[in-house]
């Protein structure tokens, strides 16, 4: 093994070493932090608490309390779990050419899908930044800022690119 190739696995192990700690004292002072609330007794049954969740988790009831943002909310958070399969696919398709979801004829189908939700994806995205940065809303003043862009910016390329 030459001296650079050396060099370079002494650096990436010290390296994978270090993110190893930095990802156990994360995990250490987050599970300290827990330690110090107060166990709560939970007063509903198991039945109320999934029907909650279904509405508040999935059918994200409380975004809707502004209609607009509600739709797009709902639209991205959406889009995202089907982008995500769409993704798995490819990676797949990576390591397996000609590889598809075993879905059968209903795979042009999935495909279809992925585009129009690629598509209402960056309508949604493009009236987020609209609403964030055409009628500033007071709600959003404080979020004005170039990480919130940078977002917009990186899905909307996303959605372009795919």
């Excluded at 190893?20 to 110090?36: D, E, G, P």
């Excluded at 509405?55 to 607009?68: A, C, E, P, T, Y």
């Excluded at 170039?146 to 390329?157: E, G, N, Q």
Aim: charged fraction near 20%; proline fraction near 2%.
């Amino acid at each position: 093994m030459s001296g650079l190739l050396l060099a370079n696995l002494i650096l990436f192990i010290i390296i994978v070493l270090y993110s190893v700690y930095l990802f156990a004292y994360a995990v250490k002072t987050r599970l300290a932090y827990i330690k110090l609330g107060k166990k709560e007794e939970l007063d509903i049954s198991f039945k109320e608490r999934f029907e909650n969740f279904w509405i508040n988790v999935l059918g994200q009831s409380k975004l809707f309390k502004d209609r607009k943002s509600g739709v797009m909310h709902l639209i991205l958070f959406y889009a995202f779990f089907i982008i995500q399969l769409g993704l798995i696919e490819l990676i797949i398709k990576g390591y397996v050419p000609e590889y598809t979801f075993p879905l059968g004829p209903l795979h042009p189908f999935f495909t279809f899908m992925q585009e129009w939700t690629m598509f209402f994806m960056l309508c949604a995205l493009i009236y987020a930044a609209y609403r964030r940065y055409g009628e500033k809303l007071e709600r959003l003043q404080w979020k004005r800022d170039k990480k919130a862009a940078f977002v917009y910016i990186a899905l909307i390329t996303l959605c372009l690119s795919i």
